[in-house]
């Protein structure tokens, strides 16, 4: 976490790798420390009675448009939320978008808030940049759970309690008017007033910008296995793209990888 201003999800990445050809039989695994001057090494050496394998990982963040993007859809949602606390309701929007969110005002999902404050039958929409759906939150759920229990505020949990299920399939953003439990201010003892968000970006750009193949790291991961062991390679990825960009990546990965030659 401390060297060279690195964030923590590769090492936690390497030690799950590790676990899990422990919990595979594996009997032997060693993690390799970097030595400078000692040339490019894998990760791990793992051994079983006759065999021994040279393993590498790779953890990669998110991709800078996938980033780019949730700011992007933050913008758009803070509108919502805005509509909803000065109306003093509880709104539930699912949206999903044709248009990339960079070309969209900031204010496109507002104008659909307030347009189903002023008449709610303004529940609906299709248009050619989006289609999407909002309405009121129904807090039965939430309100029974919260009698006996604590939830941590903003959490998936949360959000599934406010919409009666949580969709992997889209992005949530939420907000609210809440009171902190005393014992564990990030748990919520009570929430008040909320508005969710819910969003997934379909556009053809954004589907290709989010889906790249990660030949590049495999040619990187391969240059640190050794020529004179059989040899590995695992890749994570950090999405926040929802089930469809990840589908879609494992084929283009899948595709590149069956005419990859190691050197």
């Not at 936690?12 to 595979?24: G, I, P, Q, T, W």
């Not at 004179?228 to 283009?252: C, E, K, Q, T, Y």
Request: charge should be positive.
């Amino acid at each position: 976490m401390t060297s060279e201003s690195r964030q923590p999800e590769s090492g936690l990445f390497e030690l799950l790798v590790a676990l899990a050809y422990k919990r595979r039989q594996w009997p032997t695994v060693d993690f390799l420390d970097e030595t400078p001057g000692r040339g490019k090494t894998p990760d791990l050496l793992v051994s079983r009675p006759r065999t021994q394998w040279a393993v590498e990982c790779k953890r990669l963040r998110p991709a800078a448009y996938s980033v780019r993007e949730n700011d992007h859809a933050r913008r758009l949602s803070r509108g919502v939320h805005e509509v909803s606390l000065e109306h003093s309701r509880s709104i539930r929007m699912q949206v999903i978008f044709h248009h990339e969110l960079s070309l969209l005002p900031d204010d496109y999902l507002k104008k659909r808030a307030l347009a189903f404050i002023d008449n709610p039958e303004e529940r609906l929409w299709v248009e050619e940049g989006s289609v999407g759906i909002i309405g009121n939150i129904d807090w039965r759920l939430i309100r029974h759970v919260m009698r006996r229990d604590f939830v941590y505020f903003g959490s998936s949990r949360m959000v599934e309690l406010l919409l009666g299920e949580y969709d992997h399939q889209f992005s949530h953003d939420m907000a609210a008017k809440w009171r902190s439990w005393d014992q564990r201010s990030l748990y919520a003892d009570a929430v008040y007033q909320a508005s969710v968000v819910s969003w997934q970006s379909n556009s053809d750009e954004a589907l290709r910008q989010k889906a790249r193949h990660f030949r590049s790291v495999i040619a990187g991961a391969n240059a640190q296995l050794p020529s004179d062991l059989p040899g590995a390679i695992h890749v994570g990825i950090g999405s926040m793209d929802g089930n469809v960009i990840d589908a879609f990546r494992h084929v283009r990965n899948r595709k590149m990888l069956r005419t990859f030659q190691r050197v």
